[in-house]
């Protein structure tokens, strides 16, 4: 399993910026796809997810700036954001698991077993 993460770049604050993850040797639409982030000296952290059946989750930190989508036929996911903050400095990732994982298990990096490679996003006040 492969996962590339593309998009990320430099954006000014108030900015808006999508990011995408391409999975191959899996398939995206019996997947869940999480998006992570991780700032200098911070642990990484979760950002959002979507599930199987398109439903999306999100950390507080990002909800209703964040939004994440897929194209199953693609096999890519799509993190879009806005009203970006320099708080959100940080490289990002995407990662796979499974069909199965309930909603609790979303936010654990540990529920998920194949990861991207990140791409960083800096946003500069």
């Known amino acids: 399993v492969q996962l590339q993460a593309s998009g990320g770049g430099l954006v000014q604050a108030g900015g808006s910026l999508r990011l995408s993850c391409t999975a191959s040797?899996?398939?995206?639409?019996?997947?869940?796809m999480g998006w992570f982030r991780q700032a200098p000296g911070k642990e990484r952290e979760f950002v959002g997810a979507i599930r199987r059946g398109r439903d999306t989750h999100y950390s507080n930190s990002v909800k209703g700036r964040f939004t994440i989508s897929k194209d199953n036929a693609k096999g890519t996911a799509y993190l879009q954001m806005s009203s970006l903050k320099p708080e959100d400095t940080a490289v990002y990732y995407c990662?796979?698991?499974?069909?199965?994982?309930?909603?609790?298990?979303?936010?654990?990096?540990?529920?998920?077993?194949?990861w991207g490679q990140g791409t960083q996003l800096t946003v500069s006040s």
């Open positions: 990662a796979l698991g499974s069909d199965r994982l309930i909603v609790s298990s979303l936010y654990v990096k540990d529920s998920y077993d194949s």
């Open positions: 040797g899996r398939t995206l639409s019996t997947s869940t």
